[in-house]
């Protein structure tokens, strides 16, 4: 596989049919929400693309969203394009270890220099950055010396986006998300905890395409992926609609696949694909298994209460709050009246002294 | 903090501290000003009956004067009852309840809801024209009628369109609902909004203190 | 008999000397009156006038239920608006918000305190319908007697009102009628051999009279002295107090008010009266039956009745009896406001009619819902005020034309002094009957 070859090269020599190639092309279209006959210009280019070298940094991390990735089965057309980028770097995937592995980064950096594309998982922190280190670098210096000479940078996942799950209240490391440092490069966000595999290579496609990076929201998501809210496009939808809610996990509306608003669902607000793509080659996701959504594409989604408590649910303090300002109210009434009393006794005393 | 979040967090907790402290405070501070004790002998000894009567018969149409307050006697039915049921009995309403109190109650179809929140706002829109154009309305009318007015109308507009998703984002539309319920919450104890509560000691004696004279009121 | 046309064409111009020979303000600077105005003010609101000043919506209805907006479709007529100054004084000195309510408060000035004694004095006759009316439960005739008394604290009351005041509280007469007055009455009555007791040193009953009937209805006072002789009960005029009219109530001077009310308490004290009672004169009902007790500071000693109460109650104990006098004849009982809605006697009075086989033909508005005459709490007494009482009066005149019936009574000499003044304007032609005259005219020999 040399660095030369285009990616339609590439593919056919893998045995994959033109035919093949064309519907691959169709699928990503859409899913770029782009309109059919741009299809032509989209197999156009990825066929003439030269594969990029692409750069896999994990910071503060799970590991889940390789996981994810790497769960999508074979052979997908989502494989074959991570076959056809030069993965030049990623801890989990690549077979060197050590100096050699090191070596490879800096050697990508150095001959891709202003051409590669920087993928970043995991959050990086920042309160003391020997919490996270990789190789005695700190994920700090590693991201500044990445970043420098990338062509733009793809935040995967929650954590690499908003900070995530170390993010969460209290932050003990003092995790950011990459945009929180990297300041002079495109970013886009690919959100989710995890996100989902087809959006993560809809994202690289459209890069390996256009040369550029996708529309974005105003959290840097790409438009195309996380423009509708999961609410908007879920299956459940009509019953929300109809008022028709399920009350328990287990109950008949459970059964009868009513909307689980009222169990915590935070599908209204939270803006994802997962009710059109779906998870595991199109089967499912979880409302679709019958548990709301927890909105985890979507900042400090940790710190918004319960995953089980409803959004009209306010997320107010305590009910010993209010009990404070009864007791406060009812003493400063008092405290008024007594001062009118006094005032209209002094008002009284006053009549001795008018004539009328 | 995003604008949902701050919707659902620190400004509801600040409305609804003080929603409570306010009402206290102005139902206590008005109630204990001072209640002299009528010396004179009563001509009938159930004037708590009478009060009590007095609360409940006030929302009936007034008979005889019925003929001239119609429309306002029946579009303050109608809007008052339109609003307690979206308020009341929408889903996501009972959910914020049940957060509060630790309780909830059956919900109405969404269909319903819809209907009455629109009843709601046209009656109150056109209450609000006839508040700005009659001469008697105009008349007694101050600064607290015309917010009080605006902080009613206000969440029922803005719970429409999240309810339809018109406008914004579900969050923004959202939060500006739950916002407009708080700009409520702050005005309640301070307008006339306090009615709704004042207007049971009112009531009560009206009844009391012409119910012993032995007059029904 | 037929003097009343001659009596009260006599009282008529003695009204219009008052209004024209009064003086005007009293000598005040306005920074003086706004405070005394704002001291009444914090003297008369108590608790209950607290929770109804804050319980205004402000939605107007009161103005449907107030006979002179009724009459004019005048919007400063609107009861809310009438204690508007009442209600900006509690906000910005009483409420429990006043310090947040104060800077957005506009305060009352004098200018204000003068516009208002129209609206008070002159469009308000203290009637209470609104009361019945107000979706709220507000008691507004309650809050326009404070307007009243703060206003008259300001010495801003209307000059004829300002005079009887005056002259009640220095010389204890009334329209000039003192005890040589009514001993000149009871020896008249006397030679029509009609026996009125005077200045008995002890007795039961107390019985008043007011100026209106010395002067006016003459045969009131008659017939009062003929239902208690037949009785058999033991009764007495005072010369120290006979007058039942209490303009201290009027004018919303609560001192002239008890001043007066204390004379007739003190009197029956002195003369061992178990009773009260008080001739056809609403006000007086109230100054006395329910706003006596609270301006002496004590419980009375001694029950209050008006006529009709003892008339129905001699009637029930068998000591009086009506002659069978049906003849087909209809009435329209008018509810005098300070003897009905705001006394609580509505169905003795037509329990008498019913009794002497007269068919009473109520209003549309009769009982709690009923239209005042118009000129009541001494609203007639102002001159200048006159064509809007007559406005009034027509509102009356349709209500008791529909009735079709022969005649109305009422059981209020000023209710009665007003209806018969409007329907001389008028030229109407209705006769205005005393229920008291009525039940002696009817009552048997023996």
């Not at chain 1, 959050?123 to 005695?136: D, K, Q, R, V």
Request: charged share 20%; hydrophobic share 40%.
């Amino acid at each position: 596989m040399r660095k030369d070859q285009t990616l339609g090269a590439y593919l056919f020599s893998q045995g994959v049919s033109r035919r093949g190639f064309l519907k691959f092309c169709s699928a990503t279209a859409s899913l770029m929400a782009l309109p059919p006959t741009m299809v032509g210009r989209v197999a156009a280019a990825l066929e003439n693309a030269r594969r990029p070298s692409v750069i896999w940094l994990s910071f503060q991390e799970c590991t889940g969203c390789t996981e994810s990735l790497t769960r999508s089965h074979a052979p997908t057309v989502e494989s074959l394009i991570f076959d056809a980028i030069s993965l030049d770097y990623h801890h989990t995937l690549q077979a060197a270890a050590g100096h050699g592995a090191e070596a490879a980064r800096e050697a990508a950096m150095e001959e891709n220099a202003g051409e590669y594309l920087l993928v970043v998982d995991g959050s990086i922190p920042i309160g003391n950055p020997a919490y996270s280190t990789i190789a005695g670098i700190s994920n700090l210096d590693m991201l500044k010396e990445s970043a420098a000479n990338a062509a733009a940078i793809i935040a995967v996942g929650t954590c690499a986006a908003y900070g995530g799950i170390p993010h969460a209240n209290p932050n003990p490391t003092g995790a950011v998300s990459v945009s929180d440092i990297i300041k002079d490069k495109p970013i886009i966000n690919v959100s989710g905890c995890p996100p989902i595999p087809v959006v993560i290579t809809g994202v690289l496609a459209h890069f390996l395409t256009f040369g550029s990076i996708p529309e974005l929201d105003e959290l840097g998501r790409p438009k195309a992926f996380f423009g509708q809210s999961i609410h908007d496009r879920c299956y459940r939808r009509p019953f929300y609609e109809r008022g028709q809610f399920a009350k328990s996990f287990d109950d008949e509306g459970a059964r009868q696949g009513w909307c689980l608003y009222e169990l915590g669902c935070k599908g209204p607000t939270t803006y994802n694909a997962c009710a059109t793509l779906k998870w595991n080659e199109g089967t499912s996701f979880p409302i679709g298994s019958g548990h709301g959504c927890i909105g985890c594409s979507e900042p400090d989604f940790w710190d918004k209460g319960s995953f089980y408590r409803p959004i009209a649910a306010g997320l107010w303090g305590s009910r010993d709050a209010l009990l404070g300002a009864a007791a406060a109210g009812a003493a400063i009434g008092i405290g008024t009246a007594l001062a009118a009393r006094s005032k209209k006794k002094r008002a009284n005393a006053a009549k001795e002294t008018e004539s009328t | 903090m995003t604008l949902l979040d701050f919707a659902r967090g620190p400004a509801l907790q600040w409305s609804m501290i003080i929603l409570v402290a306010g009402v206290l405070w102005r139902l206590g501070g008005t109630i204990l000003i001072n209640a002299k004790k009528d010396l004179s002998k009563a001509r009938k000894e159930h004037a708590v009956a009478d009060g009590l009567k007095t609360i409940a018969t006030r929302s009936l149409p007034a008979h005889q004067f019925e003929k001239n307050i119609r429309f306002q006697h029946f579009s303050g039915y109608a809007w008052h009852i339109a609003l307690f049921v979206s308020v009341l009995f929408f889903a996501p309403h009972i959910l914020f309840f049940e957060s509060v109190l630790g309780f909830g109650w059956p919900s109405l179809p969404n269909s319903i809801i819809l209907i009455t929140a629109a009843i709601a706002l046209a009656i109150l829109f056109a209450l609000l024209i006839r508040r700005a154009t009659h001469p008697v309305q105009r008349i007694i009318s101050n600064a607290d009628d015309y917010i009080s007015i605006l902080v009613v109308i206000a969440p029922l507009i803005t719970g429409i369109l999240a309810f339809a998703h018109l406008g914004a984002r579900y969050e923004t539309l959202l939060a500006v609902h739950l916002l407009s319920v708080e700009a409520l919450f702050v005005w309640f104890p301070f307008g006339k909004l306090m009615h709704t509560a004042l207007t049971f000691p009112s009531r009560y004696q009206a009844g009391s203190s012409y119910g012993r004279k032995g007059v029904r009121a | 008999m037929n003097s009343n046309a001659e009596n009260l064409r006599n009282f008529r111009s003695r009204l219009e000397a008052i209004g024209e020979g009064a003086n005007g303000e009293d000598p005040m600077s306005d920074e003086e009156r706004v405070r005394r105005a704002g001291n009444a003010f914090l003297r008369e609101i108590n608790g209950r006038m607290a929770v109804d000043l804050e319980t205004c919506i402000h939605c107007g209805m009161c103005a449907e239920a107030c006979h002179f907006y009724e009459a004019t479709q005048d919007e400063r007529y609107t009861p809310a608006h009438k204690f508007d100054p009442l209600r900006r004084f509690y906000r910005r000195e009483l409420s429990p918000m006043r310090w947040l309510f104060r800077p957005f408060t506009r305060k009352v000035d004098a200018a204000e305190l003068r516009e208002w004694q129209e609206l008070v004095y002159d469009a308000c006759t203290g009637c209470g319908r609104c009361d019945m009316m107000c979706p709220m439960g507000i008691n507004i005739s309650e809050l326009i007697v404070v307007m009243r008394k703060g206003i008259a604290s300001a010495g801003l009351a209307p000059p004829e009102v300002q005079a009887l005041q005056n002259e009640q509280l220095t010389g204890g007469s009334l329209f000039g009628v003192d005890a040589a007055k009514l001993r000149e009455l009871v020896s008249q009555l006397k030679s029509q051999q009609i026996e009125v007791p005077l200045d008995q040193p002890k007795a039961d009953i107390l019985v008043l009279t007011t100026a209106v009937d010395v002067l006016v209805f003459t045969d009131a006072l008659a017939a009062l002295a003929r239902i208690m002789n037949r009785s058999g009960a033991s009764w007495t005029l005072s010369s120290k107090a006979f007058e039942a009219a209490n303009v201290g109530l009027i004018s919303g001077n609560t001192s002239a008010q008890a001043l007066a009310s204390g004379r007739i308490i003190d009197q029956a004290a002195a003369i061992g009266a178990k009773t009260v009672l008080i001739p056809e004169s609403g006000h007086a009902y109230q100054a006395l039956r329910w706003e006596g007790a609270d301006s002496s500071g004590n419980e009375l000693p001694f029950e209050v009745l008006a006529i009709s109460e003892f008339v129905t109650r001699e009637l029930d104990a068998g000591r009086l009896k009506f002659k069978a006098a049906a003849n087909g004849r209809s009435v329209t009982y008018h509810d005098p406001c300070r003897l009905g809605r705001h006394g609580g006697v509505f169905e003795e009075p037509r329990r008498l009619l019913e009794a002497m086989g007269l068919e009473n033909r109520d209003t549309e508005s009769n009982r709690r819902e009923n239209y005042c005459c118009g000129g009541g709490c001494g609203e007639y007494t102002i001159s200048r005020a006159a064509p809007l009482r007559q406005k009034v009066f027509e509102i009356k005149r349709r209500e008791f034309e529909n009735t079709g019936a022969d005649a109305v009574i009422t059981a209020c000499s000023n209710c009665r002094v007003n209806l018969m003044i409007g329907a001389e304007n008028a030229r109407w032609q209705k006769p205005i009957e005393s229920l008291v005259e009525t039940v002696a005219k009817n009552l048997t020999d023996a």
